[in-house]
């Protein structure tokens, strides 16, 4: 697939608001012009937006990401641009509540209109923690002008008690180490400081290196952005570098639906697979896709995923972490494995021009024991698993480099959690009738649900289950997990039990049965119980009534399809209205 760049020199769409002498022109650039602009910059010279998520209650878009800006600006300088840093909506996954997911299509909306109201003629995403990555991209992609992401970078190796520690990973453990008794609060707490040791997303390869790696094996970041560590030089290096890269981008009119086709998409679902990457990929690069007009579905996940190994030996699923993984050459190893085996779509265009081959067929693994040999895979089939059944008419999805092999098929006793304070008052009651063969269901935490679909899908076993050393158990809920997390979960489940999907209405004691290798998630009961069952269903989750809760109530869609906005969907375009003034 090749690009061919657009002449050069032509008007670009910030000379609708710069050029001449008309009253309006002269309002706009004079306003600018109050923080010191030469009039020169104003000649018709690409304006460039470096679209900012840095903010204190976003810790892992730190402060670095000021930095950041500026590296990115001096490339804008260079390449003869004009950079202009624009402050975006932030939500972090550790502190916004609900959950920042209920605000990544606020985001994307917001990020949207931002770009398309104002002189920019491409665009920088600046961005990092779980959901800034897509709910970026997604707004770029509804406007559709020239884009490069830049990622904040991972934190560095995080180290307890001469153990490797992990962003998440380790918090997971840890409580659950807590709860059976072999570590004490005080331990917790230590540890605690020593899992976030600099700024940056988190080291795992939780959903924030996910989705960064996403960007890079889309196309739509510099080769190798994903794994630089945040406080490494080479980070400043590559957004300086994207800095000069995205002038020449607007110069070609290198356009997002140039490079994100249904071939990069396929692309980043067998990266996804290799990478052992996060479940939350899925929403996102379906929401995305969405955004692009593709027709990306559940079934390209399963089909595309299916028998790729996962060969990214890092935590959740494996030892290492992010720091490890940048020395053993990064992303673009991985992508030569997947090119070298026929696994990648060669000739797919990326933000440099060149194809996502001619980036990566050169690159060397340093280090066999982070980037694994194929027969050393930690999971042969590592793709997202899509199952389906009377359960999930929809579809749910499993990560199967997450999840116990044994537990893989398995046919157990439902013990249902209404939702999540239904979970947390039961939980750790010792008369709970639940032992380590029974299936634990979660309802009403899908998009709808929660709302906004929180990362609870990886509920803790049950104290009395932990003490006897057992670790994993299948779970299903509408939820989603942290990408950080690990265990025989089944998530996503569609339609959500919010919307009256049949997760609603299954009840204790019902046999539910998984079966990845078939793809199959069932209840066991009729056809006639089942629809029983539905026709007496009333929703029970908080209805709101104004405000941003009650937009997402009635627009959010189902996981299966991203959990976009029903009108958000599709590409806008960048037409700028009438002037006002
Ligand atoms: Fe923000 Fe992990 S919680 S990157």
Same mark, same amino acid.
């Given at each position: 697939?090749?690009?061919?760049?657009?002449?050069?020199?032509?008007?670009?769409?910030?000379?609708?608001?710069?050029?001449?002498?008309?009253?309006?022109?002269?309002?706009?650039?004079?306003?600018?012009?109050?923080?010191?602009?030469?009039?020169?910059?104003?000649?018709?010279?690409?304006?460039?937006?470096?679209?900012?998520?840095?903010?204190?209650?976003?810790?892992?878009?730190?402060?670095?990401?000021?930095?950041?800006?500026?590296?990115?600006?001096?490339?804008?300088?260079?390449?003869?641009?004009?950079?202009?840093?624009?402050?975006?909506?932030?939500?972090?996954?550790?502190?916004?509540?609900?959950?920042?997911?209920?605000?990544?299509?606020?985001?994307?909306?917001?990020?949207?209109?931002?770009?398309?109201?104002?002189?920019?003629?491409?665009?920088?995403?600046?961005?990092?923690?779980?959901?800034?990555?897509?709910?970026?991209?997604?707004?770029?992609?509804?406007?559709?002008?020239?884009?490069?992401?830049?990622?904040?970078?991972?934190?560095?190796?995080?180290?307890?008690?001469?153990?490797?520690?992990?962003?998440?990973?380790?918090?997971?453990?840890?409580?659950?180490?807590?709860?059976?008794?072999?570590?004490?609060?005080?331990?917790?707490?230590?540890?605690?400081?020593?899992?976030?040791?600099?700024?940056?997303?988190?080291?795992?390869?939780?959903?924030?290196?996910?989705?960064?790696?996403?960007?890079?094996?889309?196309?739509?970041?510099?080769?190798?952005?994903?794994?630089?560590?945040?406080?490494?030089?080479?980070?400043?290096?590559?957004?300086?570098?994207?800095?000069?890269?995205?002038?020449?981008?607007?110069?070609?009119?290198?356009?997002?639906?140039?490079?994100?086709?249904?071939?990069?998409?396929?692309?980043?679902?067998?990266?996804?697979?290799?990478?052992?990457?996060?479940?939350?990929?899925?929403?996102?690069?379906?929401?995305?896709?969405?955004?692009?007009?593709?027709?990306?579905?559940?079934?390209?996940?399963?089909?595309?995923?299916?028998?790729?190994?996962?060969?990214?030996?890092?935590?959740?699923?494996?030892?290492?972490?992010?720091?490890?993984?940048?020395?053993?050459?990064?992303?673009?190893?991985?992508?030569?494995?997947?090119?070298?085996?026929?696994?990648?779509?060669?000739?797919?265009?990326?933000?440099?021009?060149?194809?996502?081959?001619?980036?990566?067929?050169?690159?060397?693994?340093?280090?066999?024991?982070?980037?694994?040999? $194929?027969?050393? !895979? @930690?999971? +042969?089939?590592? #793709?997202?698993? /899509? %199952?389906?059944?009377?359960?999930?008419?929809?579809? &749910?999805?499993?990560?199967?480099?997450? $999840?116990?092999? !044994? @537990?893989? +098929?398995?046919? #157990?006793?439902? /013990? %249902?959690?209404?939702?999540?304070?239904?979970?947390? &008052?039961?939980?750790?009651?010792?008369?709970?009738?639940?032992?380590?063969?029974?299936?634990?269901?979660?309802?009403?935490?899908?998009?709808?649900?929660?709302?906004?679909? &929180?990362?609870?899908?990886?509920?803790?076993?049950?104290?009395?289950?932990?003490?006897?050393?057992?670790?994993?158990?299948?779970?299903?809920?509408?939820?989603?997990?942290?990408?950080?997390?690990?265990?025989?979960?089944?998530?996503?489940?569609?339609?959500?039990?919010?919307?009256?999907?049949?997760?609603?209405?299954?009840?204790?004691?019902?046999?539910?049965?998984?079966?990845?290798?078939?793809?199959?998630?069932?209840?066991?009961?009729?056809?006639?119980?089942?629809?029983?069952?539905?026709?007496?269903?009333?929703?029970?989750?908080?209805?709101?009534?104004?405000?941003?809760?009650?937009?997402?109530?009635?627009?959010?869609?189902?996981?299966?399809?991203?959990?976009?906005?029903?009108?958000?969907?599709?590409?806008?375009?960048?037409?700028?209205?009438?002037?006002?003034?």
């Amino acid at each position: 697939m090749s690009f061919t760049p657009a002449k050069w020199p032509r008007k670009l769409r910030s000379q609708s608001w710069f050029a001449g002498t008309s009253r309006d022109s002269i309002y706009h650039r004079g306003w600018l012009k109050n923080q010191g602009y030469p009039h020169d910059l104003f000649d018709g010279r690409p304006v460039i937006g470096i679209l900012n998520t840095w903010s204190e209650l976003t810790p892992c878009n730190g402060i670095h990401m000021k930095e950041l800006a500026e590296k990115v600006k001096a490339g804008i300088w260079e390449a003869g641009g004009f950079p202009v840093e624009v402050p975006v909506f932030s939500a972090s996954e550790n502190t916004f509540r609900p959950t920042a997911m209920m605000f990544r299509n606020l985001g994307a909306l917001a990020v949207e209109e931002t770009v398309r109201g104002q002189p920019m003629d491409g665009c920088v995403l600046l961005v990092g923690c779980d959901k800034t990555t897509p709910s970026l991209m997604m707004g770029v992609a509804s406007v559709d002008i020239p884009a490069i992401v830049v990622t904040g970078g991972p934190m560095l190796n995080g180290h307890y008690k001469q153990q490797r520690v992990g962003s998440g990973t380790h918090l997971w453990k840890f409580s659950e180490a807590v709860k059976a008794g072999e570590m004490t609060q005080e331990e917790f707490v230590e540890a605690e400081a020593s899992m976030s040791r600099s700024t940056g997303t988190c080291n795992t390869m939780g959903t924030a290196s996910t989705m960064a790696s996403m960007a890079e094996a889309l196309g739509m970041a510099l080769s190798g952005n994903a794994a630089i560590p945040a406080v490494d030089s080479r980070r400043r290096v590559i957004a300086q570098l994207s800095g000069r890269r995205i002038v020449q981008m607007v110069k070609d009119d290198m356009k997002p639906s140039n490079i994100m086709t249904k071939d990069a998409f396929e692309n980043a679902i067998r990266t996804n697979a290799a990478i052992g990457g996060s479940t939350n990929a899925v929403i996102h690069l379906l929401a995305m896709a969405g955004r692009c007009g593709i027709d990306l579905t559940l079934e390209d996940w399963d089909r595309c995923g299916r028998d790729i190994p996962t060969i990214v030996n890092l935590m959740p699923s494996g030892d290492y972490l992010m720091e490890e993984f940048f020395y053993a050459g990064g992303l673009p190893v991985v992508l030569k494995r997947l090119g070298e085996a026929g696994l990648l779509h060669n000739d797919a265009v990326t933000v440099s021009g060149e194809s996502i081959w001619d980036e990566v067929k050169d690159v060397v693994n340093h280090n066999e024991d982070v980037i694994l040999p $194929a027969d050393k !895979a @930690l999971n +042969q089939s590592g #793709g997202i698993v /899509v %199952v389906k059944g009377n359960l999930a008419p929809k579809g &749910a999805v499993l990560k199967p480099s997450a $999840a116990t092999p !044994a @537990l893989m +098929q398995h046919r #157990g006793r439902a /013990v %249902v959690f209404e939702d999540i304070d239904d979970y947390k &008052a039961k939980i750790n009651d010792p008369d709970l009738d639940i032992d380590e063969t029974c299936v634990m269901v979660l309802k009403n935490c899908g998009p709808k649900g929660y709302p906004g679909m &929180a990362e609870v899908g990886n509920m803790g076993l049950p104290p009395k289950v932990l003490k006897k050393g057992i670790t994993d158990m299948v779970r299903i809920s509408d939820a989603r997990m942290s990408g950080t997390a690990y265990g025989t979960v089944v998530l996503h489940t569609s339609p959500e039990a919010a919307a009256g999907g049949p997760l609603a209405v299954i009840r204790n004691g019902d046999m539910i049965e998984l079966d990845v290798a078939n793809r199959r998630l069932h209840v066991d009961i009729s056809d006639e119980e089942m629809t029983a069952r539905l026709a007496e269903w009333v929703p029970t989750h908080e209805q709101p009534e104004s405000g941003y809760a009650w937009l997402h109530q009635h627009h959010v869609q189902g996981a299966d399809t991203g959990a976009d906005f029903d009108f958000l969907k599709g590409c806008r375009g960048s037409a700028v209205g009438k002037d006002s003034h």
